[in-house]
């Protein structure tokens, strides 16, 4: 008798055991999580307390000083005069350019993709993509560096670094293109083909309507990858004090600025006004897409 | 009209032939912007330690940089395994469908937006004085504080694969777990991962694929010593930040010593991303 009531509690302890074990692996799970998400909570919370205090509208219609202008604020415990204008315009011009170079051939290798599915070709084709994906951004700066500052514009230039950028886009608007082609239900296209509609046809009327969010969110999401890139462009576009819109012309941006301002200790108050903007942006673009993507599955 | 079938294809087809071409423009690009340094000093390029832009006594040789590029990533995977995998189980497996998964989710896909000079001010303004305040190293720089910056940055990456693959594990299986009386932690080390082990490897490689490559962050950071690091806390410099720093004074042989570890850098993450995307094709 007694030696099963011994028995019992030790097959009750080894469950209790068992079941604190769960427990404290659970638990672990639990705070391992909650440190893997902190890093945004603080990040957004430093961008948030210490760049409010300069961000009034003159941050975004004045171009940024120079050093002696914020060093002359901070002798008299000012905020720093003057904005990010040439900053803004300047990743505006080079996103719109990259995007130009890079949604028309992206989406046109997409399609290929998708036409061409099993064939050798295009395995090879997808494999590229993925190789270019992976090539680190300054890599694709160097590259930009040689083909576009040394070959065509002679110098630092908005349309070498908005290569570099479109460069970097190309990989992610090709696949976003495809998988959205692939869940396009092949009757629909099958039905335009059956009405003897031409195959350019079905791509503007059929393919390009049907999958219009997909392609999109696809390209948003491939801007937001690129807006805030600051190595390719420390190669290509070098940056400018004023506001400029010619492409063959040295250009700023907000992350050349960011750069620019955190290495001038007369400037460094900026940094944290400029990244909280850029993180505006990037996040607004991320808010549409999930938008979007979110309106499509309803 | 008669050939506007042929027409769209021949248009399809020399767009996918751009992107064929362009890589291999830059392979060449690269290529034959290293020729005069491997000229110079052959092999030795790879295998020296010596990195002197003084004229005259002029030395180049990529191996801190190299030895600096998989040390600091290797730290990031090390410290990012742990925190991204259970952010997975908690995705996947724990809060699977719930809303906090959802919450949980998309705060791990902000991380993957943020931009990396951002990272840089961060690591530089927050965690480099907390390196300094916790006495690993004086001034806070070094590969150690790049490694932690980068594996917050790659955590997204490797969060996102090995969630999907977590989840693809079979219910039956999970199920027959349970019903043997299998506690959660059971299933998941003796079910989920032994299931999923190959996916989960490959989405670290990619990870590491992408942590080779980062610039900004880490030239803020690791210190830009051209040394090999000889400790955790020493700083160092990596191929990516080598060229972000020295490319706007470079000319002559200096400037095909970075284009040649440019070229480096291309070969190293084209073969880890290579392994790991062969390996998640093995899966499908």
Redesign the interface.
């Known amino acids: 008798m007694i030696s099963l009531i011994i028995k019992t509690k030790k097959y009750l302890k080894g469950i209790n055991t068992?079941?604190l074990?769960?427990q404290i692996?659970?638990g672990?799970?639990?705070?391992?999580?909650f440190?893997?998400?902190s890093?945004?909570?603080?990040?957004i919370y430093?961008?948030i307390s210490k760049g409010y205090k300069q961000i009034n509208l003159a941050f975004f219609t004045e171009i940024a000083p120079d050093t002696y202008e914020a060093m002359i604020a901070l002798g008299n415990n000012k905020i720093i005069p003057g904005g990010i204008l040439n900053g803004i315009t300047g990743t505006l011009l080079m996103v719109a350019l990259a995007s130009i170079i890079a949604i028309p051939?992206g989406l046109?290798?997409g399609?290929?993709?998708y036409?061409n599915n099993k064939k050798k070709?295009?395995n090879?084709?997808r494999?590229?993509?993925?190789?270019?994906q992976?090539?680190?951004?300054?890599?694709l700066g160097?590259?930009a560096?040689?083909?576009v500052v040394k070959g065509i514009t002679h110098g630092f230039s908005a349309l070498a670094g908005s290569f570099a950028l479109g460069?970097m886009m190309?990989p992610l608007i090709?696949r976003s293109t495809e998988e959205t082609l692939k869940m396009i239900p092949e009757t629909i296209k099958e039905a335009g083909l059956a009405l003897g509609v031409?195959?350019?046809k079905i791509?503007l009327r059929v393919l390009i309507p049907t999958g219009f969010s997909g392609l999109l969110t696809g390209i948003l999401l491939a801007i937001?990858r690129i807006?805030?890139?600051?190595?390719p462009l420390?190669?290509t576009a070098l940056g400018s004090m004023g506001v400029n819109y010619n492409i063959e012309k040295p250009t700023s941006a907000v992350?050349l600025l960011?750069?620019e301002f955190?290495n001038d200790p007369n400037m460094v108050d900026l940094?944290?006004s400029s990244?909280l903007i850029?993180?505006i942006f990037?996040?607004i673009l991320?808010l549409i897409s999930?938008h979007i993507i979110a309106k499509k599955n309803n | 009209?008669l050939n506007?079938?042929k027409?769209?294809?021949i248009?399809?087809?020399l767009?996918?032939l751009?992107?064929?071409l362009?890589?291999s423009?830059?392979v060449l690009?690269?290529i034959n912007?290293s020729i005069p340094i491997f000229k110079e000093f052959g092999i030795n390029f790879i295998f020296s330690t010596k990195w002197n832009p003084t004229e005259g006594k002029e030395a180049y040789g990529a191996l801190p940089f190299i030895a600096g590029t998989i040390i600091t990533s290797i730290i990031a995977i090390l410290i990012c395994f742990?925190?991204?995998?259970?952010?997975s189980?908690?995705i996947g497996e724990?809060y699977r469908g719930k809303k906090l998964a959802k919450i949980?989710g998309?705060?791990?896909?902000?991380?993957a937006?943020?931009?990396?000079?951002?990272?840089?001010?961060?690591g530089?303004?927050?965690l480099r004085p907390l390196i300094v305040d916790l006495g690993f190293n004086s001034q806070g720089y070094g590969i150690f504080t790049a490694g932690i910056i980068l594996a917050?940055m790659i955590?997204p990456y490797a969060?996102s694969i090995t969630t999907e693959i977590i989840m693809m594990v079979s219910n039956d299986l999970k199920e027959a777990g349970y019903s043997l009386g299998a506690?959660?932690?059971?299933v998941?080390l003796q079910i989920i991962i032994p299931n999923a082990r190959s996916g989960i490897f490959s989405s670290y490689i990619l990870a590491f694929?992408r942590a080779?490559?980062?610039?900004?962050a880490v030239t803020?950071l690791i210190g830009n010593t051209n040394i090999i690091p000889k400790s955790i806390f020493d700083t160092g410099n990596t191929m990516?930040s080598v060229?972000?720093n020295q490319?706007?004074e470079a000319d002559g042989l200096k400037l095909s010593a970075?284009?040649a570890i440019?070229l480096l850098?291309?070969v190293i993450?084209?073969l880890?991303?290579?392994t790991g995307?062969l390996l998640i094709r093995k899966l499908s």
């Open positions: 068992r079941i074990k769960n692996f659970a672990v799970v639990f705070v391992f999580s440190i893997t998400i890093p945004i909570v603080l990040i430093k961008l051939i046109l290798i399609i290929f993709l036409e070709y295009a090879i084709v494999d590229i993509t993925d190789i270019i992976g090539v680190p951004s300054i890599v160097l590259i560096y040689f083909w460069v190309l090709i031409p195959y350019h791509i937001s807006i805030g890139e600051t190595a420390m190669l992350p960011i750069w955190y940094i944290w990244s850029l993180m990037v996040l991320n999930k | 009209m506007s079938e027409n769209t294809k248009l399809l087809f767009a996918s751009t992107i064929v362009m890589a423009g830059m690009t690269l912007g742990p925190l991204a995998f259970s952010t189980l908690f724990y949980v998309t705060m791990v896909d902000m991380l937006g943020i931009p990396s000079i951002v990272y840089g001010l961060w530089f303004y927050v917050i955590i969060t506690t959660r932690k059971d998941i694929g080779l490559g980062e610039t900004m803020m990516a060229i972000a490319f706007g970075l284009i440019g850098l291309f993450t084209g880890i991303n290579g995307k």
